[in-house]
Nanobody, 116 residues
């Protein structure tokens, strides 16, 4: 059974940085066709933040381009989201998702709060 668990969230001041991790178990992420980070702010719909394919192609939401970097370490079976220049509007619960031919797998989420 595939399990994804996020970590690394917390409270950070505007302009600060955080690195989120998504640790996978039950399957190596190299076998995932695609993985991504999503976020959901209070009262808003869940939105895509960044995605990465098994071949390493990346895609970012316009709101985080040049500030966030998605990466995956197949040997560590972990996906990362490095976040720089954080803004209050980045405050949300961040979720990781992995996809294969059969279904999507979601982690429980980690809270990121950007506030002074």
């Amino acid at each position: 059974q595939v399990r994804l668990v996020e970590s690394g969230g917390g409270l950070v001041q505007p302009g600060g940085s955080l690195r989120l991790s998504c640790a996978a178990s039950g399957r190596n992420i190299a076998r995932m066709a695609g993985m991504g980070w999503y976020r959901q702010a209070q009262g808003k719909q869940r939105e895509l933040v960044a995605s990465i394919t098994s071949g390493g192609w990346t895609n970012y939401a316009d709101s985080v381009k040049d500030r966030f970097t998605i990466s995956r370490d197949n040997a560590e079976n972990t996906m990362y989201l490095q976040m720089y220049s954080l803004k209050p509007e980045d405050t949300a619960v961040y979720y990781c998702k992995g996809s294969d031919a059969l279904r999507d797998y979601w982690g429980p989420g980690t809270q990121v709060t950007v506030s002074s």
